[in-house]
C-alpha cells in the first residue's frame, strides 16, 4: 500500500479499529461490499491510494430492512428522549473533532482547518435538531362540525440521502440531523470518492446512544448503490445534495415510485459589488467567497459583479491576494486551499480556464498551465469576462472567479439573474435602500448584504430554478422529514350520517 492508503486506513481505524479496509455501515457493522472495486486517489499526489468494493446492490436490501426496524424503535421513544440522544451525539461528535477532521482531510483533500471547523458544525447541527424534537408538532383546527379535527407530524419513514464529495462530513450532518430528529431511519449514500467520514459519524452516533441499524452508510457509485436504494420500496424520501444533471436522473427515478425529493444542486452565484462598498472588505471577502474550499463550494461566489467605476481596482486588490492565498498540502496547519478533489474535477477546472482565456478573458491571477503531480489549481482571476461566455455560465466548482463589470444597479441585477442556477448572491454597497432592493430582486435562495458565506444550521437554505427545490436547515427542514396526518374524532352525542343500514 502506499503511504497515503497506510495513513487514510490509519485515520479510519481509530474509528473501526481493526478495519483493513473500507466498506459499508450496515446494522452496526462495517459490512465488505460485495460490487466493483473502487479506486481512490490522493489528491495532493495524483498516486493511486486505497481500494474498496462498491456495496452492490444486495447490501442496499440489508441496510432498508435495518433501517426500517431501528425507525420504529426509535419513533417509540418519547419526543424529549429523542432529544436527550442528539445532544449526547452532539457532544461525542465534539470530542472527535481532531480525528475526525484528520480523516476528512486525508480522505477528501480539504485543508485540514477547514475539516476542524465542518466537524464542530455537525455537532452544532446535532445539538440544534435536539432541540426541535419535542417542538414540532400538530394543532388543533376548528373545523366547522361537531369533530375534534387534529394534525399529527410523523416521520416520512426511511429516508435515502445521496451527498456529494466536496463537504462530505458537513453534508452528512446537515441531513442526517434533521431526519433522526424527527424519528426516520436513514439510508446515506455518500459519494464514492469520499465515503469516510460518513461511516464515522454513523458509527460515533450509534456508540452515543441512537438505535443500532438507524443511519446506514451506503460506500459506493451512484448508478449502482444509489440507483437501487431510490428503487428500493422501503424508501419514502429521497434528499440529494449534488449536480444538476444527477439531479435530474435522481428525481426521474424516485418519480417512478412516487417519492419526494429535495434537490440541493450547483450554482454560479453573482458577488455583486458597487462603488460606494467598503472595497476593502468586500475585496478580502471576494477571495474567501470563491477560493476557500478550493472553489468547491455550491455557494462559492464565482460571477464577481464589479461596478465600472472601481472595476480595473477591484480586481487588482483580489487578484493581488489571490496570489498570496498559501496553497498547499491538505494536512499542514498553514494550508488555506487545497487540492481539487478529485482527477476528473480537476481536468474540468483546467480546461474551463483555458476555456475562458480562448474566449478573450484575462488572467489577472493564476494559470492555465497545469502542474505535475496533484490536483492543485491556483486562485484564478479571469478579468473582462462577459456574462455570456462559457465561464460566467457553466459552474466550474474551482478556485476561480469571473470578473464582470456592470454600469446599473439595474444591470447589475440583470447581470445576476441571467442565470439557470438560484443558490446565492451578496451585494456590496453602504446605502441601505439599494441593499434590500438588490436583496429582494436576485433570484437566489440565499443572499448576504456586506457579507459572503454565512450559513448556519438556523437558517433555511436551498436553491431557485437549477439549483434545486425544498429546504434545508431551519424549521424548514423539519417539513421535508415529516409528513402531517389529519385526525378527525367525532365529539357529539348521536351524530347524523349520510346512510347506512344495520
Ligand atoms: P454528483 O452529482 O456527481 O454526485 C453527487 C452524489 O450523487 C454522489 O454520491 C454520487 O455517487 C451520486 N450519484 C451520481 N450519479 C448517480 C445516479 N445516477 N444515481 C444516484 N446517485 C448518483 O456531484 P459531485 O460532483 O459529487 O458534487 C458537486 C456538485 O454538488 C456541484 O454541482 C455542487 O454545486 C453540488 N453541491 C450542492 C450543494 C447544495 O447544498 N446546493 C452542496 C454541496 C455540493
Redesign the pocket.
Known amino acids: 500500500m502506499t503511504q497515503h492508503a497506510d495513513l487514510l486506513l490509519a485515520a479510519f481505524a481509530h474509528f473501526f479499529p481493526g478495519a483493513k479496509t473500507l466498506g459499508s455501515y450496515i446494522d452496526g457493522e462495517l459490512v465488505e461490499g460485495q460490487g466493483e472495486p473502487v479506486q481512490l486517489y490522493d489528491a495532493a499526489t495524483g498516486l493511486a491510494s486505497l481500494t474498496y468494493r462498491d456495496a452492490g446492490a444486495a447490501l442496499v436490501d440489508h441496510a432498508a430492512s435495518s433501517a426500517r426496524r431501528a425507525q420504529r424503535e426509535w419513533w417509540a421513544l418519547t419526543h424529549m428522549a429523542r432529544g436527550r440522544v442528539m445532544n449526547d451525539v452532539a457532544r461525542a461528535i465534539r470530542a472527535q473533532v481532531e480525528p475526525m477532521a484528520r480523516l476528512e482531510s486525508l480522505g477528501s483533500g480539504k485543508p485540514i482547518r477547514d475539516c476542524r471547523g465542518e466537524v464542530a458544525k455537525v455537532s452544532e447541527m446535532f445539538e440544534y435538531y435536539a432541540g426541535w424534537t419535542d417542538k414540532f408538532y400538530g394543532s388543533v383546527i376548528p373545523v366547522p362540525t361537531s369533530h375534534l379535527n387534529y394534525t399529527r407530524r410523523e416521520p416520512a419513514g426511511v429516508v435515502l440521502q445521496?451527498?456529494?464529495?466536496?463537504?462530505p462530513v458537513f453534508?452528512c450532518g446537515?441531513q442526517v440531523a434533521p431526519a433522526v430528529a424527527m424519528g426516520n431511519g436513514v439510508l446515506l449514500?455518500?459519494?464514492?470518492?469520499t465515503p469516510f467520514t460518513s461511516l464515522a459519524l454513523a458509527r460515533i452516533a450509534e456508540q452515543a446512544g441512537l438505535p443500532r441499524g438507524l443511519v446506514n452508510v451506503l460506500a459506493?457509485?451512484?448508478?449502482t448503490?444509489?440507483?437501487a436504494?431510490?428503487a428500493h420500496r422501503t424508501v419514502s424520501k429521497v434528499v440529494?445534495?449534488?449536480?444538476?444533471?444527477?439531479?435530474a436522473?435522481?428525481a426521474e427515478?424516485a418519480a417512478r415510485r412516487v417519492v419526494p425529493c429535495v434537490?440541493?444542486?450547483?450554482?454560479k452565484s453573482a458577488n455583486i459589488v458597487f462603488a460606494d462598498a467598503d472595497l476593502k472588505r468586500a475585496a478580502l471577502t471576494a477571495q474567501a467567497a470563491i477560493f476557500a474550499g478550493a472553489g468547491?463550494?455550491?455557494?462559492?461566489g464565482s460571477r464577481l459583479l464589479v461596478q465600472r467605476a472601481v472595476y480595473d481596482e477591484f480586481v487588482a486588490m483580489v487578484a493581488s491576494g489571490a496570489k498570496q492565498i498559501r496553497v498547499g498540502a491538505p494536512l499542514d496547519d498553514a494550508t488555506e486551499v487545497g487540492p481539487i478533489n478529485n482527477r476528473k474535477?480537476y481536468d474540468h477546472v483546467m480546461s474551463m480556464i483555458a476555456r475562458g482565456v480562448a474566449d478573450g478573458a484575462t488572467l489577472a491571477a493564476g494559470s492555465a498551465e497545469r502542474g505535475d503531480g496533484g490536483y492543485f489549481v491556483a486562485p484564478t482571476v479571469l478579468a473582462g469576462v462577459t456574462n455570456d461566455m462559457d465561464v460566467a455560465r457553466t459552474?466550474i466548482?474551482g478556485p476561480v472567479v469571473a470578473a464582470i463589470p456592470f454600469d446599473t444597479e439595474e444591470e447589475a441585477v440583470a447581470i445576476a439573474n441571467d442565470t439557470d442556477f438560484g443558490?446565492a448572491g451578496a451585494a456590496w454597497t453602504t446605502d441601505v435602500a439599494r441593499a434590500h432592493r438588490v436583496a429582494a430582486q436576485v433570484n437566489a435562495g440565499t443572499f448576504w448584504v456586506n457579507g459572503y458565506k454565512t450559513i448556519n444550521v438556523a437558517s433555511p437554505?436551498?436553491?431557485y430554478g437549477l439549483?434545486?427545490y425544498g429546504r434545508?436547515s431551519g424549521v424548514e427542514a423539519l417539513y421535508e422529514y415529516t409528513q402531517t396526518k389529519s385526525v378527525w374524532v367525532e365529539t357529539a352525542e348521536a351524530p347524523p350520517t349520510a346512510f347506512g343500514y344495520l
Open positions: 445521496i451527498t456529494p464529495w466536496n463537504a453534508t446537515w449514500k455518500p459519494s464514492e470518492l459506493g457509485f451512484g448508478h448503490v444509489g440507483q436504494a431510490i440529494f445534495v449534488g449536480s444538476p444533471a444527477t439531479g436522473r435522481i427515478a434537490l440541493e444542486l450547483g450554482g468547491q463550494s455550491c455557494v462559492a474535477q459552474e466548482f443558490l437554505f436551498g436553491g439549483s434545486g434545508s
